[in-house]
């Protein structure tokens, strides 16, 4: 029992430095090496020179996480007028990315991240709550990187259905 408790507590702790440690605007955004749906590897260094949004999300083929992505799927056109690259990232094995990736027809890039080092990375991986019931995940989070590499903006909140015309907005800025 007082391991338990111990392990809760430094959980927390843990989890609270991560959530301090979200990346802000200014900051460089952490190089990474990821697999996409289909097993070919993607890394944010090659993005150099274009605009990214990368967006984390729970878990694939859930309520809220179909509608953000139906909504970039949606508004797919703008960005790629723009010159926007879009990257989705998730826990979720390159299997289930492929799966999603068909069901609902998406036309950008989901990103396996299953030991949760990008989300890490980018200090969204932490505590959340649900129904009562806490446990470890992503954090629904979307930063834009500008060509240099920099973290032009962060979104903590998150309104799924409505959040690409606001990373398009936030863009033209």
């Known amino acids: 029992m007082l391991k338990s ?3 809760l507590l430094e959980s927390r702790l843990t989890n609270n430095r991560r959530e301090k440690n979200m990346l802000k605007a200014g900051t460089v955004a952490p190089n990474f090496t990821a697999k996409n749906a289909n097993g070919e590897t993607v890394r944010l260094k090659d993005l150099r020179g274009r605009k990214v ?6 878990k694939d083929d859930t309520p809220g996480c179909t509608k953000e992505a139906c909504s970039f799927r949606d508004a797919f056109a703008d960005f790629r007028k723009r010159r926007i690259e879009v990257l989705g990232v998730s826990v979720d094995s390159e299997a289930s990315h492929k799966k999603f990736t068909a069901k609902y027809k ?6 396996a991240d ?3 080092s990008i989300a890490d990375a980018y200090g969204v ?8 019931r806490t446990y470890m995940g992503v954090k629904r989070i979307t930063f834009l990187i500008d060509e240099k590499g920099k973290i032009k903006k962060a979104f903590e909140k998150v309104k799924p259905e409505e959040h690409a015309q606001e990373v398009l907005e936030a863009f033209a800025a």
Not at 53 to 58: N, R
Not at 125 to 132: Q, V
């Open 5 to 7: 408790v111990k392990n």
């Open 53 to 58: 949004v990368l967006y984390f999300y729970p």
């Open 106 to 111: 998406l036309p950008f890039t989901l990103l």
């Open 114 to 116: 299953p030991d949760h």
């Open 125 to 132: 991986y932490g505590e959340k709550k649900f129904m009562g």
